[in-house]
């Protein structure tokens, strides 16, 4: 049966994705709101699609991550204003991983960006009001910059079996497409842009709708090119991205967060002769140092379903921190998660205790990502 919608408050201000009439037709379990959208979370266990993202291909609707876009003559100048990673080392047909901060430092989105133009950039957002805060940033400028929301709906498709979904789609050419690169294509007369991208840890691609009254026709489009490979609709798989250290802003990190802090640092450039919101606080905070870290965490005992609260983190009889997401990986076979914790815990090997929502529960700091640390799995 398709998943009731009775069972969600509904209105006009809860949109639906171009995808949404395709995926009733594949039984969706349930819904949340992303982005001022209805987000499909899964398809199927939660188990049962991590297994078959890691053995098989996946497609997943992520069009609730809507689109920034930034054009105009000082489109690459206020682009570059949100950001601390160096844009001017993103090529035309390039995207990058990058953070949009605040003038404390704090962390406002952690999106992929597209460069599709010399001053024409997309930013794909979590969910967040990071829209209004181009805005407003934008507002007083005197800058000929026009930001918008475009007509973009991306999917995923992921698995170690994407590359040949993507080859019975696009050709055998698609094949030499670069980890963080893109084309702009049409499949079937519908306009797309194919990423070499993913937040799954695992080989993948994204498609970029730009026309979002074709959602229903290239979702079958994609799930017939991927049936002679199992291909199967999934929600966003969590335990695949807390084993490759894949963060949820929001969940994981929110503006009250600096890169320092979530060991992000890299995406920074703080050294660069260009300006970006939040550099001298950034400069400041690497001097500085900071009090507390987010880490990786083993939390020993049986198997624990996700968390929908972040739990208190105990040393002693004394609460020095929060989980902000743990779960069971079946393939590790242990619970694994991220915690918050002062800079004078946060070494490796650190014992903690964890008040699961069944009792205390022993802890230990352990390195981050789970798996893969080097990211050789997606950039093969």
Known sequence: MAFDMSLVQRGARLRQTPFYEAEQAYNPRGYTVYNHMLFPIAFDDFEAEYWHLLRHVTLWD?????????????????????????????????????????????????????????????????????????????????????????????????????????????????????????????????????????????????????????????????????????????????????????????????????????????????????????KQALRRIRAEGVRRRLVGVEIGGEKLEMNFTKWPVHVGAGQVGTVTTALWSPRLEKNIGYAWLPVELAGLGTSVSVASPDGERAATVVPMPFLDPMKEIPRS
């Open 62 to 278: 992520v069009a609730v991550e809507r689109q920034l876009e930034v054009t105009g003559r000082d489109g690459f100048r206020f682009a570059q204003l949100l950001t601390p990673r160096d844009l001017s080392r993103c090529a035309v047909g390039q995207g990058k991983y990058v953070l949009i901060t605040a003038p404390d430092g704090g962390i406002v989105n952690d999106p992929v960006m597209l460069r599709l133009g010399e001053n024409h950039f997309w930013f794909a957002l979590a969910s967040s009001d990071a829209l209004l805060y181009a805005i407003g940033l934008a507002a007083n400028l005197g800058w000929e910059v026009q930001l918008s929301e475009p007509d973009v709906s991306p999917l995923q498709i992921q698995g170690p079996r994407s590359r040949e979904v993507v080859q019975a789609l696009f050709g055998d050419e698609i094949r030499s497409l670069r980890y963080y690169w893109f084309r702009e294509l049409e499949l079937d007369g519908i306009p797309v842009i194919l990423t070499r991208t993913g937040w799954t840890a695992e080989v993948g691609y994204e498609v970029y709708l730009r026309d979002g009254s074709r959602g229903t026709q290239l979702w079958e489009r994609i799930m017939a090119a991927g049936r002679p490979f199992d291909i199967r609709p999934t929600g966003p798989v969590d335990i695949r991205r807390v084993e490759g250290g894949i963060l949820n802003w929001g969940a994981d990190m929110t503006t009250e967060n600096n890169p320092f802090e979530v060991g992000l640092e890299r995406l920074c450039d703080l050294d660069g002769a260009f300006d970006f919101m939040g």
